[in-house]
T-cell receptor
């Protein structure tokens, strides 16, 4: 069974631009969650989607948004990029809602210049 | 706010047991304790989770203190492949929303 895939793997953007990251979950998994990982703040939870609806949300500003499609694939969008948004963005999928036993992808490394 | 505290690093020898501690004194009654590990250049990997009782699976055991203010992840026989950063995490419910609150992690080194 294929694992969680994320595209692109690397991305360089300029401050003020917006970016969209994509995540394909493991087949049959209906929950997709997003995380930000930085050296300073560590791993932080962004949000979880299940059945195309955002179910849980972390403490990030509204510039960070997401959506989930009927095939469970998910996208995360960050608008008006700031230098501090440079991070590894990780996507994780799970069979059930609620942040249990998640399988993580390799991440998208975003650099904002 | 929910928070976990872990030692920055630990060292072990191959084929010996490893006990990774975690303090979570602010844990609430409904907060689950999760453990994930992250190998270099990879996403985190699920290890185990529990609420009140000790838990075992093929990868590890989780021992939870009776007052739930601390827990210990036990790797029964460390291998070189177990070298990773181990995160102790609380799954908390705040304002009707659930989220995972990660600790800073313990970097485990396994010596051959």
């Amino acid at each position: 069974k294929a694992g969680v895939t994320q595209t692109p793997r690397y991305l360089i953007k300029t401050r003020g631009q917006q970016v969209t990251l994509s995540c394909s979950p493991i087949s049959g998994h209906r929950s997709v969650s997003w995380y930000q990982q930085t050296p300073g703040q560590g791993l932080q939870f962004l949000f979880e989607y299940f059945s195309e609806t955002q179910r849980n949300k972390g403490n990030f500003p509204g510039r960070f948004s997401g959506r989930q499609f009927s095939n469970s694939r998910s996208e995360m969008n960050v608008s008006t990029l700031e230098l501090g948004d440079s991070a590894l963005y990780l996507c994780a999928s799970s069979l059930v809602q609620g942040l249990y036993e998640q399988y993580f992808g390799p991440g998208t490394r975003l650099t904002v210049t | 706010d929910a928070k976990t505290t872990q030692p920055n690093s630990m060292e072990s020898n191959e084929e010996e047991p490893v006990h990774l501690p975690c303090n979570h004194s602010t844990i609430s009654g409904t907060d689950y304790i999760h453990w994930y590990r992250q190998l270099p250049s990879q996403g985190p990997e699920y290890v185990i989770h529990g609420l009140t009782s000790n838990v075992n699976n093929r990868m590890a055991s989780l021992a939870i203190a009776e007052d739930r203010k601390s827990s210990t992840l036990i790797l029964h026989r460390a291998t070189l492949r177990d070298a990773a950063v181990y995160y102790c995490i609380l799954r908390v419910t705040q304002g009707g929303s659930e989220k995972l609150v990660f600790g800073k992690g313990t970097k485990l080194t396994v010596n051959p």
